[in-house]
């Protein structure tokens, strides 16, 4: 069980807009600490999507887009696509013994 | 151009040991702590260590101290993970990752290795 829970799929049709939660505790999101978002194109490495809870890396579209409050964080994503299809994962810090924490992973579909 | 580039896939026998490389380039190598994810098939990303290649300061999730060594060599500018005896639950995709400079409980995983598939079968 993952220390941070997010929906096991989501799905969308192209061009519509579908949101990914995140949901913590007051041990990570909760404290204060930043989320960052990956995406994971199917058979390759994790890439980073949104970090620091809403801020895009260079050359990711604004297409996609973070936002965090309390406990929780949200993965936004407009003008859905068929290679927006993959799986999804939002990270924050923990302050436990495990400092890296990692939600379970969200599956995206395009219908 | 900031580049991790790991070795290729293995296939050992329980009890068997291994230890496979992640080499950065493109970037101060000294400078930027390196973590371990482990991916088990199907399943999502677990963090299992990090370690800092200036000092060899070094961090293990609990679920994987003692399981496996973290270490690096610098000159080489090249991170291992390695384990003494090798359990069919070990099979999974393991990912090295940078992490990025904007402090340690801020900062993201910013560039990703492409993996090292590991398969443990009698």
């Known amino acids: 069980q993952s220390v941070l829970t997010q929906p096991p799929s989501v799905s969308g049709a192209p061009g519509q807009r579908v949101t990914i939660s995140c949901t913590g505790s007051?041990?990570?999101?909760?404290?204060?600490?930043?989320v960052h978002w990956y995406q994971q194109l199917p058979g390759t490495a994790p890439k980073l999507l949104i970090y620091?809870?809403?801020n895009r890396p260079s050359g990711v579209p604004d297409r996609f887009s973070g936002s965090k409050s309390g406990t929780s964080a949200s993965l936004a994503i407009t003008g859905l696509q068929a290679e927006d299809e993959a799986d999804y994962y939002c990270?924050?810090?923990?302050?436990?013994?495990?400092?890296?924490?990692f939600g379970g992973g969200t599956k995206l579909t395009v219908l | 151009e900031v580049q991790l580039v790991q070795s290729g896939a293995e296939v050992k026998k329980p009890g068997e040991s291994l230890k496979i490389s992640c080499k950065g380039s493109?970037?101060?190598?000294?400078?930027?702590?390196i973590g371990w994810v482990r991916q088990m098939p199907g399943k999502g990303l677990e963090w299992m260590g990090i370690?800092?290649?200036?000092?060899?300061?070094?961090r293990y999730s609990p679920s994987f101290q003692g399981q496996v060594t973290i270490s690096a060599d610098k000159s080489i500018s090249t991170a291992y993970l390695q384990w003494s005896s090798l359990k069919a639950s070990d099979t999974a995709m393991y990912y090295c990752?940078?992490?990025?400079?904007?402090?340690?409980?801020?900062?993201?995983?910013?560039?990703w290795g492409q993996g090292t598939l590991v398969t443990v079968s009698s």
């Open positions: 990752a940078r992490l990025w400079d904007l402090g340690v409980t801020t900062s993201p995983w910013d560039y």
């Open positions: 007051s041990s990570n999101i909760g404290a204060g600490y930043d």
């Open positions: 990270q924050s810090y923990d302050s436990s013994l495990s400092p890296w924490v």
């Open positions: 493109g970037y101060s190598f000294t400078s930027y702590w």
């Open positions: 620091g809870n809403s």
């Open positions: 370690i800092y290649p200036g000092d060899s300061d070094t």
